[in-house]
C-alpha cells in the first residue's frame, strides 16, 4: 500500500512566477491537509480539502490556492511566488478523527 | 484557537539513558495530541496518538506520551534512548470539537549521544 506521494521532489523558480505541487492521498484516505514548513520552524497548516471543497484554511494569503481532485488526489498553486515562500510544503492525508500521514514534502525555493 | 508550545529547542541525553521531550498545549474543546518524528530531508512519521482513555499512550520504536490534562501536558518519553532516536520531534493538537488542521510546536531536536 503506496503512502502519501508528493510531486516534485524539488522545485526552483524565480520571483514572480506560479508553481503547482501534487500530492496523491494514502489508499482509503479522503481528506487531504497542505503545510508550509520554513527551515527551523514546525509545520504551519495552509488548507484542508474534503469532498473537492476548502474545508479549513489557515493564516496564507489568497495566493495560496488549491484543488481536490474527485480521486481524493490535491494539487497546491502558489501565484506571484515570494521569496519567503521557499520552504518544505507537505501534504497530509487522513480519516475523519484520525492521525494525518504526511507524504516526504515537495522543497520549493525562489530565487 | 489552539496552540503548542515546546519548550526546549534541544535535548541531548546518553545512549540507554531515558528521554523526555515535553510538549504543553492549549485547545478550547476535547484535545486530540499527537507525536511525529522527522529526519533530515524527510516528512513527517507518525508515533503516536492520544484521543482518549488511558493517560498513557504506547506508540512506535517503543516511545509513550503521558497525557496529563491539569498541567495540559503530553510529554513524549522513552524509557532507553538509542543513537538513531536523533531527530526532531514535533508535538501537534486538533481541537476534537472544531475543524481538522492540526497545529503544530516548533519543534525539539533530539540529540542521542552515543
Known amino acids: 500500500d503506496a503512502g502519501v506521494t508528493q510531486s516534485p521532489t524539488h522545485l526552483i523558480k524565480t520571483r514572480g512566477q506560479q508553481v503547482t505541487l501534487r500530492c496523491s492521498p494514502k489508499?482509503?484516505?479522503?481528506?487531504v491537509s497542505w503545510y508550509q514548513q520554513a527551515l527551523g520552524q514546525g509545520p504551519q497548516f495552509i488548507f484542508q480539502?474534503?469532498?473537492?471543497?476548502?474545508?479549513q484554511r489557515g493564516n496564507f494569503p489568497d495566493r495560496f490556492s488549491g484543488h481536490q481532485f474527485p480521486n481524493y488526489s490535491s494539487e497546491l498553486n502558489v501565484n506571484a511566488l515570494l521569496l519567503g515562500d521557499s520552504a518544505l510544503y507537505l501534504c497530509?492525508?487522513?480519516?475523519?478523527?484520525?492521525?494525518?500521514?504526511f507524504g516526504p514534502g515537495t522543497r520549493l525555493t525562489v530565487l | 484557537a489552539q496552540s503548542v508550545a515546546q519548550p526546549e529547542d534541544q535535548v541531548k541525553v546518553a545512549e540507554g539513558n531515558p528521554l523526555t521531550v515535553k510538549c504543553t498545549y492549549s485547545?478550547?474543546?476535547?484535545?486530540?495530541l499527537f507525536w511525529y518524528v522527522q529526519y533530515p530531508n524527510r516528512g513527517l512519521q507518525f508515533l503516536l496518538k492520544?484521543?482518549?482513555?488511558?493517560?498513557l499512550v504506547k506508540g512506535s520504536y517503543g516511545f509513550e506520551a503521558e497525557f496529563n490534562k491539569s498541567q495540559t501536558s503530553f510529554h513524549l518519553k522513552k524509557p532507553s534512548a538509542l543513537v538513531s532516536d536523533s531527530a526532531l520531534y514535533f508535538c501537534?493538537?486538533?481541537?476534537?470539537?472544531?475543524?481538522?488542521?492540526?497545529?503544530f510546536g516548533p519543534g525539539t531536536r533530539l540529540s542521542v549521544l552515543p
Open positions: 497530509a492525508s487522513s480519516l475523519i478523527l484520525n492521525e494525518q500521514f
Open positions: 489508499s482509503g484516505h479522503d481528506t
Open positions: 480539502y474534503y469532498e473537492e471543497e476548502e474545508r
Open positions: 485547545v478550547s474543546g476535547n484535545p486530540y
Open positions: 492520544y484521543i482518549t482513555g488511558d493517560n
Open positions: 501537534a493538537v486538533r481541537d476534537g470539537n472544531y475543524g481538522q488542521n492540526f497545529v
